[in-house]
């Protein structure tokens, strides 16, 4: 069966955050869906071109096996206002499908309000935050606590997409 993977994002996303998994999720046969808001072209903060398959309001939950949340603060500023953003991180988690969230996209986390009673990685400067959304930090390169798995930062990609497509794997055959 052919596995599918969105990568959620936005303007001024992390480069590295979001080509990593992007690249590293095909290399394991997923397809992959990338939803920006408007559909529109975006640049990463280093210049990337970001190019969507998908706006926002056409993600269908269902249709997924994994959601990929990359960082970049200034990215989050706008992408965590976004209530149907919001929703569709809810709504993912709810299915207890997988969520890989890396760096400041813990942020998206937070706001989704599904971090309470969790332990979450994300970047050290937002270890405050986490803390107070009711999650216990942990600086891990892939921290997995029920169906998600976060980390601090881009030099843990590898360690990161490895444990997360892990979890998708394990899931799938639990339900077999």
């Given at each position: 069966?052919?596995?599918r993977?969105?990568?959620?994002t ?8 979001y ?6 999720v095909?290399?394991e ?9 408007g559909k529109?072209?975006v640049?990463g ?7 969507p ?12 096996d994994?959601?990929?949340?990359p960082g970049g603060a200034?990215?989050m ?6 209530t149907?953003?919001?929703?569709i ?7 207890g ?10 942020q998206l986390l937070i706001?989704?309000k599904v ?16 803390n107070?959304?009711g999650?216990?930090?942990?600086d891990?390169p892939?921290?997995?606590d ?11 990609l590898?360690?990161w997409m490895k444990e997360?497509l ?6 799938a055959a639990?339900?077999?």
């Open positions: 069966m052919k596995r993977a969105l990568i959620l936005g303007k001024l996303v992390q480069d590295h955050e080509i990593y998994p992007y690249y590293r095909q290399e046969g997923y397809e992959v869906d990338v939803a920006v808001r529109e072209l640049l903060i280093i210049g990337s071109k970001i190019v398959t998908l706006d926002i309001p056409d993600v269908k939950i269902d249709d997924y994994i959601l990929i949340l200034k990215a500023e706008y992408m965590r206002q976004d149907e953003i919001l929703k991180i809810s709504d993912f988690n709810a299915t499908k997988v969520i890989a969230s890396i760096c400041h996209a813990a706001s989704a971090v309470k009673g969790r332990k979450i990685s994300g970047y050290y400067s937002i270890k405050d935050d986490i107070n959304a999650a216990t930090y942990v891990g892939a921290v997995v029920a169906n998600i798995v976060s980390c601090p930062h881009y030099k843990h590898g360690p997360a892990a979890l998708v794997e394990k899931r639990a339900k077999v």
